[in-house]
């Protein structure tokens, strides 16, 4: 709970805190005058003979009640200022968090349950603890300088009891917390066995496995109201602290009236005195007490998940790597999505040199991504190793892969600011030369017009998928990385327009790897791996045709038209033209082995 604490103070901004202090000052007035116009209506009003006097002191109270009322208006227009950055910081921790666990290669499935749900449930009970606090310390601050402007003995007397109550309710706090997490995870625990029981009720009854299927929901019933029964004793011990904080300093101001009368004090004072307690200390303690008892501790459960799963785990010594060159190798790699799930890729070898142009094609939803994923950095094999280089993946820093590879997806990143921006967004030092020679190359020249020129702002919305695609293409031919891949990046692009821009980064220089959207991308690659699922083959176009079955189907369903329209297949390419390639030619895959 004092992480959840520290956390929560740590994050108020301290202007709009200072203001907030300040504006409570005019609040506290009602609670400082009350006692004493009371006591002063009753002594030298009513009891005097004076009811209009009396009446006038009572009068004081709807003036202090509207200043009151106006520093309570400024109090709540700045209590936004505080509670607005504080979850602007767990939403950033939040999504943060979530990035450093798939940078990491861990399944990060709670995040969005983090950022919609458990981060407005602690930024409302963060705002509700601050209405609670601070009124509790304004009302407990303005009675005890009024006590102590009608007579300090009254504060002797009423304090040490109602702070004996405060005292004894903060000490379980601590013990609330834990019983009511503890609650929270039984509930959670029979949820989840009430609901697999109940999903499964028509196989239980057809084998009659009742008695079973109880005696599994038996324990999380039992933990659960074992949970209920300790917050409840919980909510006993808050009840004991309201006694004692709310009602014993009444009886104790009661049974000391002949004590005071004794030394002087008025009837009016010692009314005023219960009327501190009554209608100050009772009501702020009670709501207190049930502040921080409910919404208190949702706060502290909540942000308690919150930062157990977006604290980043202990930095260990960064592991030595060595990297020799911008070769790409895998070793044995096997991926599935879950530990269920079936493999998308088994034992694959393959190695990728320096400067090549590798294609990878085969049937939608193969495992071409993945494996773009996996050469990336972006996704962890379950067995065997990527490396770059000459080493692992893994051990090469986030910050540094950033520079050495890029990778573009299907569905290209735009986002708000200038063209410039967008387009020198992976190297902001690239010179205006440099900027106009990517765009040439990639064929950007008609949208860099239509958007008005490199200092327009840019609106995401209003560009289309292949539009938000050229951005990226030329964002990545400026990039320093040596390794380009595109991961269908052309797929809104029409075939002239793909043809270019995957020309211009083959002469780019360095290694580019095609997730090929149509097949004319394998025709110009220098290599061609094919996925089906069961096997990997890797070669070039007419070695392919000869020896992978899949590979012939592709081609014989491709009718050469995403050519554009001044080439032809049979002068392009003329393996195509000689159909009848020699079904013995080997396929180069030394480094290739069976994937199914």
Known sequence: MRREVRFGVAAMPRRPLLSLAVWSVPEALPSALFGIAVARAVDRGFLAGRPLVGLAWLGTLVLAGIVGAAGSRQVYRRLGELVEPFRDELVRRVVGGALRHRIAGRAEDGAVARLTRQVEIVRDT???LIVVVRGFVVTVGGAVVGMLSVAPVLALLILPPFLLGVAGFLATLGVSA???????????????????????????????????VAALVAGPIADQAAAERALARVAV?????????????????????????????????IMGGLTYVLFGLQPALGTLISGLGGSGLRYVVTLGRILDATTPPAVSPPRTAVVTGYDLELSGVTFAYGPHAEPVLRDLDLAVPVGDHLAIVGSSGIGKSTLAGLLCGLLRPDAGTVALGGAPVADLPPDWLATARVLIPQEAYVFGGTVRDNLTYLRPDATDAEVTGAVAAVGAEPLLAR???????????ELSGGERQVVALVRAYLSPAPVVVLDEATSNLDPTAERRAEEAF???????????HRLSSALRARRVLVLDGTTATLGDHSTLLATSSL?????????GTDLGPSRNVGTAFPERARATADPRSAPETPRIRETG
């Open 178 to 212: 834990g019983r009511y997490g503890a609650s929270v995870r039984a509930d959670e625990r029979l949820s989840a066995t009430a609901g697999a029981a109940l999903a499964g009720t028509r196989d239980v009854a057809a084998r009659g496995a009742e008695e079973h």
């Open 451 to 461: 958007l008005g020129g490199y200092s327009a702002e840019l609106a995401p919305a």
């Open 237 to 269: 011990l808050r009840g004991l602290c309201f006694a004692v904080g709310g009602w014993l300093p009444l009886v104790v101001l009661l049974g000391a009236g002949p004590w005071l009368i004794g030394r002087g004090l008025t009837a009016g004072v």
């Open 126 to 128: 963060y705002a509700g």
């Open 506 to 516: 083959a002469a780019r220089g360095g290694t580019l790897i095609v997730i090929a």
């Open 551 to 559: 590979y012939r189907q592709l081609f014989g369903a491709w009718d």
